[in-house]
């Protein structure tokens, strides 16, 4: 199996293909880059593994070009959720992870999870935009927190733990070589999809503040596909 995975949902952008048991990745932290990046990183680890473009089984893209792609080489998509791999950025035990993205606008984007026996992922609540104060989470003994929400909120989300910390990163960004896996799981299990039937899922209508809600310190939680 090929699968080419991209990530572009945080101000990281990174790339991972997976070529039969091999995994190649590439990742840099540049905001605004993405669109100048992705190709680029794309046809390098192509290259290094010796295919072409053709060869693609599966796509993992930013919205549109995800879908462009898969359209044009008349091949199937899988969406997977940025939140669920950035929970495996976390280390691998038994303690619930808390997976939590700066959403900017005084909110984050946030959903817990734990590792299954086969070193996936088992969703303890749904995904959902809100602000730290407003958070809630459901009862685990001990928490990993992983993502840019934890540098922004650390003092607020430490009081909305139902358990103790065991350990806490707010430097970890979503990366491609987790959607890859995480990919590769889906197509194993026939959950790939057409091309046009992969719609982005946003948990935020809004994406700026009026200058009368920037005032108000309010943000729009609604979620949309």
């Given at each position: 199996m090929n699968l080419l995975a991209i990530?572009?949902?945080?101000?990281?952008c990174s790339v991972a293909l997976i070529h039969g048991d091999q995994v190649i990745a590439r990742s840099e932290l540049a905001p605004r880059r993405h669109a100048e990046l992705v190709l680029p990183m794309a046809d390098a680890l192509l290259a290094e593994a010796g295919l072409g473009r053709h060869a693609f089984t599966g796509v993992r893209l930013g919205v549109s070009l995800a879908q462009g792609m898969a359209l044009a080489l008349?091949?199937?998509?899988?969406?997977?959720?940025?939140?669920?791999?950035?929970?495996?950025?976390a280390p691998d035990d038994d303690a619930a992870i808390l997976a939590v993205i700066d959403a900017r606008m005084g909110e984050i984007y946030a959903a817990s999870y734990r590792r299954d026996d086969n070193g996936g992922l088992i969703a303890l609540d749904t995904e959902r935009v809100c602000s730290a104060e407003a958070l809630t989470l459901?009862?685990?003994?001990?928490?990993?927190?992983?993502?840019s929400g934890w540098a922004?909120?650390?003092?607020?989300?430490?009081?909305r733990l139902t358990g103790s910390l065991r350990e806490a990163d707010g430097v970890r960004y979503p990366q491609a070589r987790h959607i890859a896996e995480l990919a590769a799981r889906e197509f194993k299990a026939g959950r790939a999809q057409a091309p046009e039937l992969a719609l982005p899922v946003y948990l935020r209508d809004k994406v700026a503040l009026t200058l009368m809600e920037q005032g108000r310190g309010t943000g729009n939680g609604e979620r949309r596909s």
């Open positions: 990530e572009t949902a945080t101000e990281a008349d091949l199937p998509v899988i969406t997977i959720s940025s939140l669920a791999a950035l929970a495996l950025e459901p009862d685990a003994a001990a928490w990993q927190v992983v993502g922004t909120y650390a003092e607020v989300i430490r009081t």
